[in-house]
């Protein structure tokens, strides 16, 4: 099993930035897929960013590609998720979510598809 613990969260205005953290503890961090989602008040939790095992292949959601950056250091369990040029509609709880790559189907932008979640960090962005 693998704990996460999302940090990094907090309030910022329009075209800010701010850098998400996951630290992830227990099995091989390496392992695992991994995986950001995030759900705003009154709306489903939506896909955000995808990275595999070693960092080699990402996805994201159109609605943050070129504004937002996923990343991981398997050497500090950490990933992390680079956000810039935010908006409003970025407000959400957001939440990083891992799935061993043994049985990773693919199906990355489905929150389904991973077994760990973390208890998510709020986000601000006031225009």
């Known amino acids: 099993q693998v704990q996460l613990v999302e940090s990094g969260g907090g309030l910022v205005q329009a075209g800010g930035s701010l850098r998400l953290s996951c630290a992830a503890s227990?099995?091989?961090?390496?392992?695992?897929?991994m995986g950001w989602f995030r759900q705003a008040p009154g709306k489903e939790r939506e896909f955000v960013a995808h990275?595999?095992?070693?960092?080699?292949?990402?996805y994201y959601a159109d609605s943050v590609k070129g504004r937002f950056a996923i990343s991981r250091d398997n050497a500090k369990n950490t990933m992390y998720l680079q956000m810039n040029s935010l908006k409003p509609e970025d407000t959400a709880v957001y939440y990083c979510?891992?799935?061993?790559?043994?049985?990773?189907?693919?199906?990355?932008?489905?929150?389904?598809?991973?077994?760990?979640w973390g208890q998510g960090t709020q986000v601000t962005v006031s225009s």
């Open positions: 979510a891992a799935k061993s790559r043994t049985y990773y189907s693919g199906k990355y932008y489905y929150g389904p598809e991973y077994d760990y």
């Open positions: 227990g099995r091989t961090f390496s392992s695992y897929v």
């Open positions: 990275i595999s095992w070693n960092g080699g292949r990402t």
